[in-house]
């Protein structure tokens, strides 16, 4: 089976904070980073969130002096069995200093000996 995803990911459980875009002041709830590659990311938290609604992610990675501050469209969220909501964001307009942060991030969890990055997608 082809592997559709377009980047590597790397799954570690990192607390971070998230909110609606545009809203000002701290980052509001809490979550649960599940994973993160260079496109997007997983966590998990207490609430259910609108398809396509604009969030930004912070995300304090160990080992790193400063946060992950990201902006993302919720691309799917649901309820699990366990009570608690996974959600998938897609992230925006991913800066080239930010793609660095992250590729970084991403290079400094992922398992030594893996491959490098996946082949690029045809159209990418």
């Known amino acids: 089976m082809r592997e559709r995803r ?5 799954t570690q459980a990192i607390e ?32 259910q969130l609108e398809k396509d609604a604009l969030l930004e992610v912070e995300v304090k990675i160990p080992g790193f002096r400063e946060p992950l501050i990201i902006k993302g469209r919720v691309a799917w ?13 897609e992230f925006l307009n ?15 969890f992922r398992p030594h ?3 490098g990055p996946p082949p690029a997608a045809a159209g990418s």
């Not at 377009?6 to 790397?10: S, Y």
């Not at 699990?80 to 909501?85: L, M, N, T």
């Open 16 to 47: 971070g904070r998230y909110r609606a875009s545009g809203h000002f002041g701290a980052l509001g709830a809490s979550m649960t980073l599940v994973n993160l590659s260079a496109g997007g990311l997983r966590f998990r938290s207490e609430e």
């Open 6 to 10: 377009d980047f590597h990911r790397i």
């Open 77 to 89: 969220s649901t309820l699990q069995a366990s009570g608690v909501v996974e959600t998938g964001v």
């Open 94 to 108: 991913v800066s080239p200093d930010l793609r660095c942060q992250i590729d970084s991030v991403i290079q400094f």
């Open 113 to 115: 000996g893996q491959a």
